[in-house]
C-alpha cells in the first residue's frame, strides 16, 4: 500500500494533462464524423512517433513518446510509413 501511496504523490494529477491531449485530439476528430479502426491506429503511430518541438523538461524536446519510452532514436515518422521526407535545399 506504501508503495501506491507513493506512486500516487509522484504522478501528475491535474486536468491540465487531459486538457492538453484534448486540444489534440479535438482538431482530428472535428474533421470525421465517425472514426475508424484504422484512422486511430494511424492517429496512435502518429501520435506515439511524432517530436516534441518543445517541451519543459528539456531532455523530452526533439524526442517523441516512443523515443522516451524506449530510450532509442528512430526515423522520421513519415520515414516509417515508407515516405520519404521532403528536405528543403
Not at 39 to 47: I, P, R
Amino acid at each position: 500500500m506504501e508503495t501506491v501511496g507513493e506512486a500516487l504523490t509522484q504522478t501528475p494529477r491535474a486536468s491540465s494533462l487531459v486538457e492538453n491531449l484534448n486540444s489534440r485530439l479535438r482538431n482530428s476528430f472535428f474533421l470525421r464524423k465517425t472514426l475508424s479502426d484504422s484512422y486511430l491506429s494511424l492517429l496512435q503511430f502518429f501520435l506515439n512517433h511524432r517530436r516534441f518541438i518543445r517541451s519543459q523538461i528539456p531532455e523530452r524536446a526533439g524526442k517523441s513518446p516512443t523515443e522516451l519510452m524506449t530510450g532509442s532514436a528512430h526515423p522520421h515518422w513519415l520515414e516509417l510509413l515508407g515516405f520519404q521526407r521532403f528536405q528543403r535545399a
